[in-house]
């Protein structure tokens, strides 16, 4: 078998040219694909027993009385969903810190105590009878995905500098796919346990701990090696000029997170179907997600970085249009496979992007804001969107997102967009 060549810069070390042959081993991209993965199983994993939180819940408040309890019964329908993405809310506000700290003194040193607490706090929802409490061990759990999902996307950008610019579009590709499909998988399994029961779905985080003991034996520091720039430069990176990016890091995932906190609602009320049928369909998305993202590299060669926004904005804005004018099941599986076949393509896009113009030193800072604002995204979608459904009902908010997303498709065709 012929061997792989890669292109290096004329004054890379032997030892740079040893890490690009480490990090293309498959047990290396196995443990550092997968600990991506985990921010993703984070939320959606428990999307299917959303509905079934919901009534338990609403069964135990209606025997209750006093002040704490009928607030709780009055607002339950988004305490439910903030439950799928209140951890987000903490991604926001420490994941530009978790990029300063990992930045100065280097990420796995703080990657790894997260990954323990991300598994610790993931699975004592199945414990918890409260819902305050499982809103609080949620919120530890975004404290501690801020941590991994910072470190994991900037350890990327550093493993794979080096070797051709296609290395690390390829990796960020294999990387959606990975959290795709390994997000496919589980959310269908929990779909399946969560027609017995809301807690099972919840068991799906102990598999942090084989993710941790993949990355703790697989994983380096890339900050030995020569190309990573050590001198303190990252100041002068004027984080103004990726404002494009980070929005639409806000904006796709305020769109992406309408489907695990409005369809199961959507699957069970309105078409009567079986919380299975929640799994089955969220795995769909997921699944479109993954090979799309897969595909990127693939793409960004024969379409340019500006015309790929556009296109994937108006791929998932048909997809709520869709659902708006079509009401059965198929209408939801063909929806979610546009909203993950777009959603897949842009998000890899976006930080592509960001990698190929951000200076190396800075980039644990600079994914670490783009990676709050896109869990703000998260956290805001159900406030933003269960206001809308209140007030005109889930089928015609269908049709305000589509339209709201054509609009902002419109204005990325004035976007300029920059080389490294």
């Known amino acids: 078998m012929r061997k792989k060549q890669y292109k290096f810069h004329i004054n890379d070390t032997k030892l740079d040219k040893k890490m690009v042959e480490l990090t293309e081993r498959g047990g290396f991209k196995i443990a550092l694909f997968s600990m991506a993965a ?9 999307a299917s027993a959303l509905p079934a939180i919901n009534k338990h819940f609403e069964e135990i408040l209606q ?13 339950l329908d988004i305490l439910t969903r903030l439950v ?9 506000i420490l994941s530009p810190i978790a990029g300063l700290l990992m930045d100065k003194f280097g990420k796995l040193k703080f990657i790894f105590p997260a990954m323990v607490i991300w598994t610790l706090a993931g699975i004592s929802g199945f414990f ?9 061990s949620r919120s530890i759990f975004g404290m501690a995905t801020a941590f991994i999902m910072t470190g994991a996307s900037a350890l990327l950008g550093d493993y794979y500098s080096r070797g051709g610019f296609n290395r690390r579009e390829n990796a ?16 269908s399994i929990a779909g399946y346990v969560s027609s017995y029961s809301w807690r099972y779905p919840f068991l799906v985080y102990l598999l942090g701990i084989l993710i941790t003991l993949l990355a703790f034996f697989y994983l380096f520091e ?22 494009p990016i980070y929005f639409i890091g806000f904006f796709i995932m305020v769109v992406y997170y309408i489907s695990p906190t409005q369809l199961p609602y959507y699957i069970e009320n309105h078409l009567g179907l079986d919380p299975k049928y929640i799994g089955i369909s969220m795995s769909i998305s997921a699944f479109c997600y993954g090979i799309f993202s897969l595909s990127y590299k693939s793409i960004v ?24 004018f079509i009401h059965d099941f198929l209408a939801v599986l063909m929806a979610l496979a546009l909203l993950g076949m777009g959603g897949g393509i842009m998000l890899v896009n976006n930080s592509a ?3 190929s113009i951000c200076p190396e030193n800075a980039r644990a800072r600079a994914y670490g804001i783009l990676a709050s604002c896109m869990f703000l995204g998260q956290f805001l979608s159900p406030i933003i969107s269960q206001p809308i459904v209140r007030q005109i009902g889930l089928i015609n908010a269908f049709l305000v997102w589509a339209v709201m997303i054509y609009f902002v498709g419109m204005i990325f065709l004035f976007m300029k967009t920059k080389s490294n």
């Open 172 to 187: 960020l590709s294999w990387q959606g796919f990975y959290c795709a499909v390994g997000g496919a998988i589980f959310i």
């Open 84 to 92: 799928l993405t209140i951890p987000a809310i903490f991604v926001v």
């Open 222 to 243: 890339p900050r030995k090696f020569k190309f990573y720039n050590h001198t303190k430069v990252e100041a002068k990176t004027n984080y103004w000029q990726f404002l």
């Open 63 to 75: 025997n209750q009385s006093g002040i704490i309890a009928n607030f709780t019964l009055e607002h």
């Open 353 to 355: 992007y960001l990698f």
């Open 128 to 136: 918890l009878n409260d819902i305050y409490a499982i809103l609080i």
């Open 301 to 324: 060669k024969r379409i340019n970085i500006k015309t790929i926004y556009i296109l994937t904005l108006l791929i998932v804005a048909s997809a709520f249009l869709l659902l708006y």
């Open 38 to 46: 985990m921010t993703v199983l984070g939320s959606v994993v428990i």
